[in-house]
């Protein structure tokens, strides 16, 4: 079966950093695209970054320039690290493999930013 385990969320100052990671179990995660989305109290879930399985990456305008998205296929984990956070990145994060019509979540890791 098919698992996505977010680690490394947590509480953090505005400025701080986190790097969140996703470990894939289950699928040939060199073949997946990946992504981190994002889901605040009261919002809809959002895209905040994928990464394609050659490496292209996209990014919300709002991370733009402070957050990078990377993938390690040997490790079968993709990672997201954010600097320069801010109380509006505060969220549930997660991550979603994606190959063709196969799409999978992970369960979710808690990142809050402290004004």
């Known amino acids: 079966q098919v698992q996505l385990v977010e680690s490394g969320g947590g509480l953090v100052q505005a400025g701080g950093s986190l790097r969140l990671s996703c470990a894939a179990s289950g699928i040939i995660f060199s073949i997946n695209a990946m992504a981190w989305y994002r889901q605040a109290p009261g919002k809809q879930r959002e895209l905040v970054a994928d990464i394609t399985s050659g490496g292209s990456t996209n990014y919300a305008d709002s991370v733009k320039g402070r957050f990078t998205i990377s993938r390690d296929n040997a490790k079968n984990t993709v990672y997201l690290q954010m600097n320069s956070l801010k109380p509006e990145d505060t969220a549930v994060y997660y991550c979603?493999?994606?190959?063709?019509?196969?799409?999978?979540w992970g369960q979710g890791t808690q990142v809050t930013v402290s004004s």
């Open positions: 979603k493999s994606r190959y063709y019509r196969n799409e999978y």
